[in-house]
């Protein structure tokens, strides 16, 4: 499929499935999938949308879908050595999503052999798509973003909530804002210097890490270079690879 092609299926499936029950859900539409993880219908339905127009356009490429991985967890298997592979986060920041808050995203990627070739993020709510392809660049809305500049210390990072307990030299941390689609922006935006997680799962991650390296970062799992399959206790990403390392080196998972 083409860049635009995907672009424009993420833009609908969000304006038919998930927009309609923003600020709407009833009840018995937000679920817990385990202690506070939530999944409403319009994470699932839109996943189904996204999966099956993939499929349609290209039967022969592996499908991952956050809420199918769920239900199916052998559905992820393959991912690092398929031929072709799209990666779907239908909502990321589902907390965001039923808490009323703008702060949520769709996410897709495209991996290829284990290497993330493109990415997209959706952000409705405002009115920011970014795409990110290998070799590329990123864009947002059209526009390219530029490549990062050295940072001054202190870095601003953001991080998992109880990474804000530990201490980084020359580092200035922040929270993160409970969806990766609205910190990986942040960061290729310049207004982050860096992002910590604890948790590695590829939706999240595939997209925004194509971003920052595109941008001339890098993203590490637990020090080493982070890609589609990997996994580890620790993800650092920095707008430099001194950044990246220096997070890995000095937080605790």
Partial sequence: MQTSEVS????????????????ALSEDEVIYKRPGDLVTVADREAEIALSRALHSAT???LIVGEETVFTRPDSIRGLAAAEHAWVIDPIDGTRNFVAGSPDFAVMVAEVRRGETTRGWIWQPLHAAFYIAERGAGVERNGTPL????????PWRVAVWPGGLRQHVDGVAMRPT????AIDYPALARGDLDGLAYRSLNPWDHLPGTLMATELGGEALADGLPYSAGRN????????????????SRGLRP
Wanted: net charge positive.
């Fill in 232 to 247: 580890g206790r620790l993800l650092t990403v920095g707008a430099s690879a001194a950044i990246a390392a220096a997070l």
């Fill in 59 to 61: 039967p022969a490429a």
């Fill in 177 to 180: 804002r409970g969806s990766c």
């Fill in 8 to 23: 424009a299926l993420i833009v609908d499936v969000c304006e038919r499935i998930i927009l309609p029950r923003f600020q």
């Fill in 146 to 153: 530029a490549r990062f500049t050295p940072a001054e210390r």
